[in-house]
């Protein structure tokens, strides 16, 4: 049972414009999230991480909204850069428990 | 910022012989650590939780006695992969937990490539 989703395996786009990366989950407990980037062969890079107190967490370029009743997270990168080609992963955690992650959406973004 | 050091990065090793996968935080006790498997073009699926000076959690499907878990102190946590496989191919991160102060804070391994032949 995938208690993390990512209904988008991949997303193309331009450089210097927005990329918006969705993740939806179905665990109402879950109260920490993290977006974490990932390359080839490599470990997972953390980006950003919200608590379910907030709606909105700000880093740079990197945005997590996130919104509770719809059970939806998104992640805005702005501008996209060509080195933020990657596979994104979203990840859910209750209470301090361990992580739930999603497929992962593989961004590409073009120069 | 906290640091976790996974050694190795890769290895190679012959089917039926054992690998040992550490686990290292540099800069904070994480009485806590996570094993996570991947697949290619799959998620990350937890294998098991690693608690300090106890006996781990396995998640259902996982084989204890194939992969060995132990973490003896809170900076170090090891997997063993018994008996390997090609089957046990995979990308192995470890996570270690700390508490931040107003929440947990979770910090991951840059991952081991084993490959099995």
């Known amino acids: 049972d995938q208690q993390v989703k990512q209904n988008s395996p991949s997303l193309s786009v331009q450089e210097g414009r927005i990329s918006i990366l969705n993740c939806d989950y179905t665990?109402?407990?879950?109260?920490?999230f993290l977006w974490y980037k990932k390359y080839p062969a490599e470990g997972p890079t953390f980006l950003i991480s919200?608590?379910?107190?907030?709606d909105k967490n700000e880093d740079g370029r990197f945005t997590v909204f996130l919104n509770k009743s719809a059970k939806h997270l998104s992640l805005h990168i702005v501008p996209s850069q060509p080195g933020d080609s990657a596979v994104y992963f979203c990840a859910a955690s209750a209470a301090g428990n361990q992580f739930y992650f999603g497929t992962g959406t593989s961004l590409t973004v073009i120069p | 910022g906290a640091v976790v050091s996974q050694h190795p990065s890769w290895v190679i090793c012959k089917s039926g012989t054992s690998v040992k996968i550490e686990c290292r935080s540099l800069?904070?006790?994480?009485?806590?650590m996570f094993w996570y498997r991947q697949f290619p073009k799959q998620s990350l699926m937890l294998m098991a939780t690693s608690n300090e000076g106890s006996k781990a959690t396995y998640e259902q499907g996982v084989e204890k006695d194939k992969f060995l878990i132990n973490h003896a102190s809170l900076t170090l946590s090891t997997l063993t992969v018994t008996s390997a496989h090609p089957e046990d191919s995979s990308f192995y991160i470890c996570s270690a937990r700390d508490w931040a102060g107003v929440g947990y804070g979770y910090t991951f391994g840059s991952g081991t490539r084993l490959t099995v032949v």
């Open positions: 800069d904070f006790q994480a009485t806590t």
């Open positions: 919200i608590s379910s107190i907030k």
């Open positions: 665990n109402s407990m879950f109260d920490y």
